[in-house]
C-alpha cells in the first residue's frame, strides 16, 4: 500500500544556524515543501538583514531540494508600518515569545498591554502579517497554557483583523478557545498528540521528550487528537522540530525540544491510519495551512508513503531524535 502526501508543510519548525543547520535542515527539505522557520537563534532574528542572510544559509544547507523556507521574524513592540511594508515580501509571519519562556526567548515580550501593542499589531493586521504565539504564562508549568487563553482572547478581540496563531497547542483549552474566536488557528505537534506527561516524567525521565509546553494530560491529548484527526479547518501540522545537541538533554539542565523532523511524516502517517482518519491527513498537513496563510506558495511535491519498515537512526548528527534505535512501520519512498 502506497500513500500519497501533496505537498506537506511544517507550519513550526526550528533550524538553528551553523554545523547544527547543516545536518537538519535537508532531514525537513526532502520530504517537506516548505516550512515556517523560527526565529529564535542567538541573537534573534529582528532586522531585514539578518532576515534575508538566514534564509541564504537555509536555502546553502538544503541544497537542491525543493523546499521553500517561509521566514518569521522574533517579535518586537517596536516594529513601524515602514519597517514591516520594507521587509514584507521576505517575511511570512512574525513569532511572539513571552520573555524567557522558552529556549533562546530572552529577548521577548514581557508584558501584554495592549497600547503598547497597537502600532505593530495594527500594522501587521493592514499588511495581513500572521501573528503566531508561543503562549504560556510563568505560572505552574501545567497551568500556563491555560493561563494564557485569557491573553489571546484579549489580542482576538482588540485585533479581529489579526491572524493569531496559537503555537504548539496542548490543552483542551486551547482547542476550545479555536472556536470562539474566528481569527485564532492552532498548530499541533506529532509529539502533542502521541504523549503525555506520564511519557516525559511518570516513569525514569525521558529528556528527549521533555519540551515546551510540557505533554499534559490524557484528557488534553484527546482533545488534540480529535481536532487533527478531523482536521479542524484551523489547526495545521506544526512538528516544533527542536534540536539539541545530545550532551544539552542528557544532563542537568536538559533544554527543551523534540527532535521529530525526520520522522514525522511516517509517524503521522501510522498515527492516522490507525485512527481510521487517513482521509484528514492530507488537510492536517498542508491544505488547512494553505488556507489559513492564504499569502503563501507552496512547492509542488509528492511524498509517497509505503509500509516498510524504518529504523530510526540512534543519532543524526550530536541529535537523538524522538524513537531513535526503534522501528516504524511507514518509510518514506526518495
Ligand atoms: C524550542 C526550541 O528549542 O527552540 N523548544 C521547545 O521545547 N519547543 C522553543 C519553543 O518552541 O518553545
Ligand atoms: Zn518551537
Do not use: W
Amino acid at each position: 500500500m502506497q500513500i500519497r502526501l501533496n505537498s506537506p508543510l511544517d507550519m513550526h519548525l526550528h533550524l538553528r544556524d551553523e554545523d547544527m543547520l547543516k545536518v537538519v535542515a535537508p532531514l525537513s527539505s526532502k520530504s517537506f515543501s516548505g516550512a515556517i522557520i523560527m526565529p529564535n537563534l542567538v541573537p534573534p532574528v529582528t532586522t531585514k538583514e539578518e532576515l534575508i542572510a538566514y534564509k541564504n544559509r537555509i536555502l546553502e544547507a538544503i541544497g537542491d531540494d525543493n523546499f521553500t523556507p517561509y521566514m518569521t521574524l522574533f517579535f518586537k513592540p517596536t516594529y513601524t508600518k515602514e519597517f514591516l511594508s520594507s521587509i514584507r515580501d521576505e517575511l511570512t509571519a512574525i513569532k511572539l515569545y513571552p520573555a524567557g519562556i522558552t529556549t533562546n526567548s530572552e529577548g521577548g515580550l514581557s508584558g501584554f498591554d495592549i497600547n503598547e501593542l497597537r502600532e505593530t499589531l495594527t500594522a501587521m493586521s493592514e499588511l495581513n502579517i500572521p501573528l503566531c504565539i508561543h503562549g504560556e504564562t510563568n505560572g505552574f508549568v501545567m497551568d500556563r497554557e491555560a493561563e494564557f487563553i485569557s491573553i489571546y482572547e484579549k489580542l482576538a478581540s482588540n485585533f479581529p483583523k489579526l491572524k493569531i496563531i496559537m503555537e504548539h497547542i496542548t490543552t483542551k483549552e486551547s482547542v476550545e478557545a479555536l472556536d470562539k474566536f474566528d481569527n485564532l488557528y492552532a498548530t499541533i505537534t506529532l509529539h502533542h498528540l502521541l504523549i503525555t506527561l506520564d511519557d516525559v516524567a511518570g516513569g525514569m525521565l525521558e529528556p528527549h521528550l521533555f519540551c515546551k509546553p510540557i505533554a499534559k494530560r490524557p484528557e488534553d491529548r484527546e482533545a488534540l487528537r480529535e481536532v487533527a484527526f478531523s482536521a479542524h479547518p484551523k489547526v495545521m501540522f506544526g512538528s516544533d522540530s527542536a534540536p539539541h545537541p545530545q550532551h544539552t538533554k542528557e544532563a542537568t539542565h536538559c533544554s527543551a525540544g523534540v527532535f521529530t523532523s525526520p520522522i514525522a511524516l511516517q509517524v503521522l502517517t501510522e498515527l492516522f491510519l490507525e485512527h481510521s482518519s487517513l482521509e484528514k491527513l492530507q488537510a492536517f498537513v498542508s491544505d488547512n495551512a494553505q488556507k489559513i496563510y492564504s499569502n503563501i506558495e507552496v512547492p509542488k511535491k509528492v511524498v509517497i508513503l509505503e509500509k516498510k519498515g524504518f529504523k530510526v537512526p540512534m543519532k543524526y548528527g550530536e541529535v537523538v531524535p524522538m524513537y531513535a534505535g526503534e522501528k516504524l512501520k511507514y518509510s518514506i519512498l526518495f
